[in-house]
């Protein structure tokens, strides 16, 4: 059992990368930061590298509209994309989510899957292969998601049931559903 953590760079890493623009911590050190457009903004890469286009694809920014979920939840299964990375961003304002994870080196169990919980302000990146629970948002709305779609149109998603469920609660360690 994990407890619902918050999300923040360090123990996030493992899994992928946050992204938030007001916190100094989730922009990588080696990252460059360039004047752009005539010296009207400043431009600088969050994740200099993307894993979006292996095996004949094209990279896809899709629209979310997310409904609130309530917390307890129980997560009955868990996702992969093998083949990519995938980048969540709210849209527009403030949209708290969890982020359920577990390495893409092992099967996805109570044991091996962490829980971390989004300030609403929090994008992340799940880097290709890692287990994940599709978008999970407590609050209702809009959420960009830069994703991989195949050119011949098959889906790059291997899913696996959780069984038991796992709870997730706020405040409290994950636990089994009976």
Do not use: K
């Not at 979310?64 to 990519?84: D, G, I």
């Not at 709210?90 to 080196?105: E, H, K």
């Amino acid at each position: 059992m994990h407890p619902l953590e918050p999300l923040h760079p360090e123990t996030f890493a493992p899994f992928g990368d946050v992204i938030e623009a007001a916190d100094p911590s989730s922009i990588p050190a080696d990252s460059t930061t360039e004047a752009v457009n005539a010296g009207t903004s400043q431009r600088r890469e969050l994740i200099p590298a993307l894993d979006l286009l292996r095996e004949d694809a094209r990279a896809v920014l899709a629209l979310y509209e997310a409904r609130a979920q309530q917390l307890p939840f129980e997560a009955r299964e868990v996702e992969r994309h093998r083949l990519s990375d995938q980048v969540f961003l709210p849209l527009g304002r403030a949209l708290r989510c969890v982020v359920l994870v577990a390495p893409a080196d092992a099967e996805p169990s109570p044991q091996t899957l962490r829980a971390f919980v989004s300030n609403g302000r929090q994008g992340v990146r799940i880097r290709a292969g890692t287990w994940h629970h599709g978008l999970l948002s407590l609050d209702a709305g809009p959420w960009v998601v830069l994703e991989r779609r195949a050119l011949d149109g098959t889906v790059d998603c291997d899913v696996r049931a959780l069984a038991p469920a796992l709870v997730l609660q706020a405040g409290a360690p994950a636990r089994v559903s009976a």
